[in-house]
């Protein structure tokens, strides 16, 4: 069946969805994961080895996640009506990216569409919405790390909130990726990823994929939990062994099958999100060591890849 065609929703709250895997090794937490279906394989022998338990978008890179009960999962990521997981980025007026690694509080910032508008929400700030659709607004030459994409301009006034509430001396701007765009093409930063596959502005892969009960044998090791939310994934799966996904080759989620390719690795960047969400901008001496420590276990337990949030 070719799937480019057909929109498949997963559902996770009103019902089960069962989770089936063919496994090999892989490396640790999350899995990079992306599909392909044009291409005849021998007949796979499944085992059922967990639930979905939940699916999240991060519509702006850096930005607050949303958790849907629906989403339909294509080959650039999830959908959730207008809102593309990782398909806005903030960039500066040169066209680099911003991300919470430099500015911390993107990950308060709350993007959604609605009515045809594009909502902007943000700790003491006024709700912004402008037209989603701006054809008019030039494209955007702009680099995620090394690789060169595009992105259309979403306008002054997105630009002007965004700088006002990172508080920054420099102008930054944001640009939402279109199909017709140049994207980016992941087998060049990982060789593993097929060379057909594109990405809008993830660091690689479209699908980041773990467990929750990975995360519960990581808080065992550590003074202070830490939460599923913090490493930013895609699905989140439960009813499994802990690191038991780090085995899972190819999985079937419904009609849907994805593929695993590389292991996901998470940086610091997830101490700005245990902050700023644990601790409501409380920015205490001594809170990052929390997640750093995290961080730590984490290489003990296996060595991490290179996708980053």
């Not at 765009?181 to 994929?209: G, N, T």
Request: proline share 5%; net charge neutral; with cysteine.
């Amino acid at each position: 069946m070719d799937f480019k065609g057909v929109l498949v929703k997963i559902f996770t709250r009103n019902r089960e969805v069962v989770l089936c895997a063919a496994g090999t090794a892989v490396a640790l937490l999350g899995l990079g994961l992306v599909y392909k279906y044009n291409v005849r394989r021998p007949e796979k022998k499944f085992t059922r080895v967990g639930v979905v338990t939940q699916l999240l978008l991060h519509p702006m890179k850096s930005g607050k996640a949303v958790l849907v009960e629906t989403a339909e999962c294509l080959r650039m990521g999830l959908k959730y009506g207008e809102l593309r997981d990782r398909h806005w980025l903030v960039i500066t007026e040169d066209g680099h990216m911003v991300t919470g690694r430099q500015q911390p509080r993107l990950v308060l910032v709350s993007l959604s569409c609605e009515g045809g508008q594009l909502c902007l929400n943000g700790p003491q700030m006024e709700e912004l919405r402008v037209p989603l659709q701006q054809s008019n607004n030039a494209v955007v030459d702009c680099r995620v790390f090394s690789i060169d994409v595009q992105g259309r301009d979403c306008g002054d006034d997105v630009s002007n909130w965004l700088t006002r509430y990172l508080e920054s001396d420099k102008t930054v701007r944001l640009v939402h990726y279109e199909p017709h765009l140049k994207a980016q093409r992941p087998s060049e930063k990982e060789p593993l990823f097929p060379k057909d596959e594109k990405v809008a502005y993830p660091d690689a892969a479209p699908i980041m994929l773990m467990s929750e009960a990975s995360v519960r044998d990581l808080n065992t090791r550590l003074n202070k939990d830490v939460s599923v939310f913090q490493f930013r994934p895609s699905i989140v799966v439960n009813d499994c062994e802990a690191f038991t996904e780090d085995t899972w080759d190819h999985i079937e989620i419904g009609q849907v099958e994805l593929k695993r390719v590389v292991g996901c690795g998470r940086c610091l960047f997830t101490t700005y999100c245990f902050v700023f969400w644990g601790l409501f901008l409380s920015l205490i001496t001594g809170a990052n060591l929390w997640v750093c420590g995290a961080l730590g276990e984490i290489m003990k337990l296996g060595p991490t890849g290179v996708i980053t949030p």
